[in-house]
DNA sequence: GCGTATTATTTAGGAAGCTAAATAAAGATA
DNA sequence: TATCTTTATTTAGCTTCCTAAATAATACGC
């Protein structure tokens, strides 16, 4: 654990940079992940059933694969094994869509709605707390620093071909 | 794709830091990889060889699984399937400890040690030209408030028991 | 020296993501 | 209408991570 001699001239802040990145959204995640155990779901599984009840809240309370997809920036194959394990564990229904026979639709149950409402406030405190090591105006900075950042990232790839896609999503 | 109306109260600033966290690192995943891919190897791939290839140059050209594992912030079981792979593309050795028979020493190849110098150069130019949509000290702002947000996490973690444990790292 | 930690790795099994290809339904066009 | 293309989802198979448990070797304490 020695700091040691740093590597070479190399790009030693940009590299620095995505490690901190890393380690941030590792340590996040063993952090808040506990919680959602307790409650017998995963970090991923409450990404997306807080999706979909927010999209029940603006007034979209059946949304395709496809849809849930983009919100949570993953592929839709991944969005069907997620939404397997969660209809098995009775969170979210899946029926046919009558407009569109290649469409399935995903919902709540009850008992998944019931389930956010019951970690949502809680949750919510934790996320403040986390933050909290940053004033309200690092916290700012810190958001717009990201934000140009990633948005420069968007840009580069518009050109790339491929577009979305990531790891999880709204923890 | 609209903005739309924001869900609640809820903690918006926290919520969003998330978001834009896992949105960064996915976006330089995707923008990273086909280049790492072109040489036939992942992004993840590319961690290990490159923490290899910087622990030689301090000389500690053989690490054990557990060190390697320390370096790039996953588990013992994790660094067993990666070398593996790695082992099989014929980038990495793995070896017998002759001081303590329950390690196994891994260290790179020929051909990995001249992949990594090959790749390096363009892999430090492409990282440094990611950065470039911040001026220096923007990096250096970014940096130290990242650096101190993950610095809490940590200590938060510190009670909690569990430590280390991330998803990638050196990119 | 012998039995009991402890330490190092691997195995087993699972979650969450990916791409590419298969299937099925819609839509467009000729 | 019949074909061709596009869209929506799933299947198959892979990577990379995880935890828990099995295996093997070392180190300690008496």
Redesign the interface.
């Known amino acids: 654990m020695k700091p ?2 740093l ?2 001239p ?2 030693v ?16 995640r ?2 808040l992940d ?1 919680f959602f155990a307790k409650a017998g779901i995963s970090g991923s599984q409450w990404a997306i059933l807080w999706n979909l009840y ?1 999209a029940e ?2 007034g979209h309370a059946l949304l395709r694969v496809t849809d849930l997809g983009e919100r949570l ?1 993953i592929r839709p194959p991944s969005v069907t094994g997620a939404v397997d394990r969660l209809v098995r564990a009775g969170f979210v229904l899946r029926s046919n869509s009558d407009h569109d026979q290649r469409s399935k639709l995903i919902q709540l149950s009850p008992a998944g709605r019931r389930l956010v409402e019951t970690l949502h406030a809680e949750h ?1 405190k934790r ?2 707390s ?2 909290d ?2 004033s ?1 105006a ?6 717009q ?6 948005t ?3 840009e ?2 518009e050109g ?1 071909g ?1 577009e979305p ?7």
Do not use: W, Y
């Open positions: 040691s001699s590597p070479k190399s790009n802040a940009g590299d620095s940079t995505f490690r901190l990145l890393l380690r941030t959204i590792g340590n996040v063993r952090i506990p927010r809240e603006d920036l919510d996320v403040t986390l933050m090591v940053l309200a690092e916290q700012r900075q810190l958001n620093l990201l934000h140009r950042f990633v420069h990232l968007d580069i790839q790339t491929r896609s990531a790891q999880r999503s709204s923890l």
